[in-house]
């Protein structure tokens, strides 16, 4: 529900982004309020029987953006779900692909259940009935509405969705395409579980290479020796710190629910996370030290902080005591409004949600081309490619009479595989998506800061599909 207390709701912080971005643009009239609505609010009930007895559970499927198709977006499984926030959740997927050019509308879901009360088999019920109730309303299909792994469901979820949607459409041959971020035996692609936090890596990397950037903020260019808090240890925060990490962070606090810890000296993050898995707990990880609540975790020493986890986590009541120069979200709407305010007074340089953890639905989009194209990413090149290096290499050894040891030119001579094409494809995407936003950032020097300009540029590509499709002059 939208906060009554005078701090915005979730959807209204998105659509306070979008405002004011709304500023710098000039579009017929009706075009910008187009845009901003959610399209489509699908609202479902259902009873289950469970240990607990007969529950009616909750679900939504909010489809924001009609303007390409399919519509996409994960599904989540929280107690807290609601339509609000479910709403907020579509709005933001419709900017972020429209950011890194992926071509679909934004969407989302949400079932009002916490996972951790029900069975596995429990939970697979409970998907497959709501996989059932979105075929009934036409709100899943690989051409109408895709969904994919969100908080609290991962690629099992994903397939028995896919298995829900193919027994409904027997012998429907794009029908694996109908749900992205499945496991690899089912149609899911190389890279996928990763590809949220590598592509807040790739994100966070290209803006601390801008020089100016990191001056204004008393931050040397470049993330070697940057130190690193995280909040949330789950798939994103987990693969954002080990990337971060392996790129020469140092990785300083990691926050979770029981607690956080936090060590000047750096954090194993795989370490951690074998700790978690032996004692449930990070708390009393050796070396490191505990801190109670959890969320003061965020308030320590840092150069940049990563929200990993939920929205609303960084709000007015904490934003003044952020000691991170930069706070990159790799959740979505980890900041509030007003925190928002407070941070950029301070000079905390904020990079956007809605760019920054664009990297999951990224290669969704090469997963689902992979699976309406039937053929391994590649498959087709892959010798080919090898070859052709093999060649080139040959004669260059030929000609300066130089022989390379059999591993080095094995490095050389590798042709590419999925997991290479994926890694690529959205290394390119993350580049010329910040690319895109820092120009329109830079280029107008009211465009207070890179949200705006991220919306600015997300906007901008959306109108032009409606003014095309001649529903505006
Ligand atoms: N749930 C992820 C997100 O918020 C991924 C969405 C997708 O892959 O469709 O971006």
New binding site residues.
């Given amino acids: 529900m939208p906060k009554t207390n005078g701090t915005l709701g979730f959807f209204e912080n998105v659509n306070r982004s979008f405002d004011r971005a709304a500023r710098f643009l000039t579009y017929p009239e009706g075009l910008l309020k187009q845009v901003r609505t959610c399209n489509s609010v699908y609202t479902v009930h259902f009873p289950i029987k469970t240990q607990h007895g007969y529950e009616v559970i909750s679900g939504w499927r909010v489809q924001h953006s009609h303007h390409k198709a399919p519509c ?3 599904i989540r499984y929280a107690p807290e779900v609601s339509e609000h926030e479910v709403k907020a ?1 579509a709005a933001l ?1 419709t900017y ?1 692909c429209a950011l890194v050019d992926v071509p679909f509308g934004g969407a989302k879901g949400g079932v009002q259940i916490d996972p951790n009360r029900y069975t596995p088999d429990e939970i697979e019920r409970i998907t497959r009935r709501y996989t059932a109730e979105l075929i009934k309303k036409n709100f899943i299909g690989p051409g109408v509405d ?1 969904p ?3 908080y609290g469901t991962g690629g099992r979820e994903m397939a028995w969705i896919f298995d829900t949607y193919a027994s409904f459409y027997p012998g429907q041959i794009d029908a694996t395409a109908c749900v ?2 499945k496991p690899i035996t089912q149609g899911g692609i190389q890279g996928r579980v990763e590809a ?1 936090g590598r592509g807040v890596y790739f994100g966070l990397r290209e803006a601390c290479e801008q020089a100016e950037d990191m001056k204004r903020i008393g931050l040397s260019p470049g993330l070697a020796d940057k130190t690193v808090i995280v909040q949330g240890l789950g798939n994103v925060g987990y693969h954002a710190a080990k990337f971060c990490r392996e790129g020469g962070c140092r990785i300083v606090g990691i926050a979770e629910y029981e607690g956080g810890i936090y060590n000047p000296r750096g954090l194993d993050v795989d370490a951690v996370l074998a700790h978690r898995r032996e004692t449930r707990s990070i708390l009393d990880f050796p070396g490191a030290e505990n801190i109670r609540p959890s969320s003061d975790t965020l308030e320590r020493e840092c150069d940049i902080l990563i929200p990993a986890a939920l929205e609303n986590q960084i709000t007015e009541a904490n934003a003044p005591r952020i000691q991170a120069k930069i706070v990159a979200e790799a959740a ?1 709407g980890p900041v509030t409004a007003q925190a928002e305010d407070i941070l950029s007074a301070r000079g905390v340089w904020i990079i956007p949600d809605v760019y920054l ?2 990297g ?2 990224t290669v ?1 989009y090469f997963e689902w081309l992979k699976n309406l194209s039937h053929v391994n990413l590649g498959r087709m090149g892959k010798r080919f490619e090898q070859s052709a290096f093999d060649r080139i290499l040959h004669t260059v050894e030929r000609l300066t009479d130089t022989w390379l040891p059999e591993a080095e030119r094995r490095s050389i001579v590798h042709g590419a595989d999925e997991i290479d094409l994926v890694n690529s494809g959205l290394e390119e995407t993350m580049i010329t998506a910040y690319h895109q936003i820092y120009e329109e950032w830079k280029g107008d020097a009211r465009i207070p800061d890179l949200r705006t300009a991220a919306f600015i540029s997300a906007m901008k590509k959306i109108a032009v599909s409606y003014m095309e499709l001649g529903i505006f002059p």
């Fill in positions: 996409k977006g994960g959740l997927m972020k895709v994919a792994p969100d992205t971020g949220t979505n953890n664009a999951g639905v969704s």
